[in-house]
């Protein structure tokens, strides 16, 4: 048993925080040899139950859960900070060509052992990640992966068509690619497979309905996509799927809104395709850095909230900008407070830092798995130092809450402030 001491946070099913400031983490080996928490709570009153173990201590950090990314690319880690005018020029200028070097998978490991280390620095320890069309970029992280023992998923992109050569996949061959890649990888230690459509316009109808079908056959595989970023994008979507009654309508009709189904964006829903993610269980990555730095809009999280629909947060490296968390809970506090084209809404801190952790966990259905430290939950966590640099120690020296010391944190900190990350 671990027996470690500082200030934790958590959070309650009903998604509140739960916060110590003196508090106690105690985690035990499961079956598998991964550690799950067995006790989280106030020092004062759990220490005694845990007498003569050996405790480590951490006075001044704060024990958090290991922070959840709903949505990033691993083959764009060299993509992010690329200018473009929105998102189809940026595919075609910088994306596409870049992905196509995936075929190497000497290449393709080594931006895998880079981006793992990239996700550790700043405190991620569970991601759902696209790989590219190449069955051996999938390989490449995974193996990375299970060396490092963490929960991750991820999959091989689906593109068989408006996709140019080096990244466009076969129709029969990608369908059988994935059943293979599911079979060699999901459940194998902590990871999981998802099947993964680029999106929509980049998609034959055939290659969409065998995605669906294969979704059918493997119930606890998850499926990435995205959806209704960007205008130019939904009306090409529009004219190739005329029959689907709107752009998320498509992946409807194609048996790929179910559970464990994330769609990276959901900005320009309407109110019938809200009620159509709560029905199906399907949830949105919101990824604000990416919607602001392409320019793509604001995701609406009041509309999100009246349907009722999951969602959580995500960083869509490489158009997002940042693999810190704290950066993208900024940018959704921004995204939220934009008050132009509907009023504003200040999102409490606990609610973004839950976005990008239980919430985010509840999305992937992996509640009391990952993104919490409650007893059961595997023990993926981060220490944070919210002394990290001089402005943070200042600011959260004054804070008088816990809402005022997390906020602090999400506006001021950046990857100095995980000073540790614990894979369980
Ligand atoms: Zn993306």
Known sequence: MHLYRS?????????SALYDEDGLLATAPDERGVQRVVAAGPWQALAARHAGQPVTHWPGRLIAPGFVDLHIHFPQTDVIGSPADGLLPWLET???PHESRFADPAYAA??????????ARNGVTTALAFATSHPGSVDALMAEARARRLRLIGGKVLQDRHSPDGVRDQ????LIDTEALIHRWHGVDRLGYAITPRFAPTSTPAQLAGAGEIAARHPGVWIQSHVAENVDEIRWAR???P????????????????????????????????ALMRETGAAA???PTSNLFLGSGFFDYAAAERAGMAYGLASDVGGGTSFSPFRTMLAAYYVGREGQTRPGLSLAPEHLW??????AAQALGLQGVVGNLQPGCEADFVVLNPRATPLLARRTQAAQNLAELLFAMIVLGDDRTVERTVIA
């Open 110 to 119: 080594g931006v895998a052992r880079f981006f793992l280390d990239e996700l």
């Open 285 to 287: 990555a919101v990824s």
């Open 94 to 96: 910088y994306t596409f």
């Open 239 to 241: 004219e190739l799927f």
């Open 243 to 274: 029959a689907s009654r709107s752009y998320l309508g498509v992946y409807g009709d194609c048996g790929l809104l179910r559970e464990r189904a994330i769609y990276a964006h959901c900005i320009h829903l309407d109110d019938a395709d809200r």
């Open 171 to 174: 129709t029969e061959q990608s």
């Open 7 to 15: 200030a934790l946070l958590r959070f309650a099913d009903d998604g």
């Open 354 to 359: 839950w976005q990008h952790t239980a919430g």
